[in-house]
């Protein structure tokens, strides 16, 4: 059964600083996609990683697929209030269809 | 930008009740899944299909649970008897490649439907 667990579960910093979450499995996935969810609504995709060292910038967020992917965070640089939000991340397994989700980061900026 | 839409945004049904959820796919995609997220947890994979077939499914998806293409447009998931634990979130996503065939696919996921069972 693959797993992925996602750290810390719940983060609440001042708008300004930088954070980093954690994604991480004993599996290698073929991808891992990064997705934001907002209360009441379905995931939203930020990023997909494929290549193990992959790095990718989205603005002020940089993703990095671990050399082994088995493992990827997150970087938000600078967070703002509109940076609050529950991120997921998602792991694809070579020659199977489903997403294994993590549990998510629960991310709250305050001003 | 393409979307995926869910219909309803939220069914309360009866235990017992039957119960179809909608989904319309990005129109270029071919391959459509089914997720659920009970209250406080994980998104957890129901099914995938492909060509008018399931071609993948977890053990949650079990014989109460069906999956139709009724048209070019349309994806659905039936629930035959609802259970109180049916009680989630249920996302349905598309994706214009397959695990199966590709290093990699990007799932596109649906607003959800809030499914109440009392």
């Known amino acids: 059964t693959q797993l992925l667990e996602q750290s810390p579960q719940f983060l609440s910093i001042q708008e300004g600083e930088n954070l980093t979450v954690y994604c991480n499995s004993s599996?290698?996935?073929?991808?891992l996609q990064w997705y934001r969810q907002e209360p009441g609504e379905g995931p939203v995709l930020l990023v997909t990683?494929?290549?193990?060292?992959e790095v990718k910038k989205l603005k002020r967020l940089t993703f990095q697929f671990g050399d082994a992917r088995k493992d990827s965070s997150l970087h938000i640089t600078a967070a703002q209030p509109g940076d609050t939000g529950l991120y997921l991340c998602?792991?694809?397994?070579?020659?199977?269809?489903?997403?294994?989700f993590g549990q998510g980061t629960r991310l709250t900026i305050n001003p | 930008e393409p979307e995926v839409t869910q219909t309803p945004s939220h069914q309360v049904t009866q235990m017992g009740q039957e119960v179809i959820l909608r989904c319309v796919p990005i129109?270029?995609?071919?391959?459509f899944y089914w997720y659920r997220q009970i209250l406080g947890q994980k998104v957890e994979f129901l099914v995938s299909?492909?060509?008018?077939?399931?071609?993948?499914k977890s053990e949650i998806f079990d014989d109460q649970f069906s999956v139709e293409r009724p048209d070019g447009s349309n994806f659905t998931l039936k629930i035959r008897s609802t259970k109180l634990e049916d009680s989630a979130m249920y996302f349905c996503?598309?994706?214009?490649?397959?695990?199966?065939?590709?290093?990699?696919?990007?799932?596109?996921f649906g607003p959800g439907t809030r499914l109440t069972v009392t």
């Open positions: 299909f492909y060509n008018n077939e399931i071609s993948e």
């Open positions: 998602a792991g694809a397994i070579q020659g199977a269809q489903k997403l294994v």
């Open positions: 990683v494929v290549t193990g060292g």
């Open positions: 129109s270029n995609h071919l391959y």
């Open positions: 599996s290698v996935f073929s991808s």
């Open positions: 996503a598309s994706s214009s490649t397959g695990g199966g065939l590709s290093m990699y696919y990007e799932q596109y």
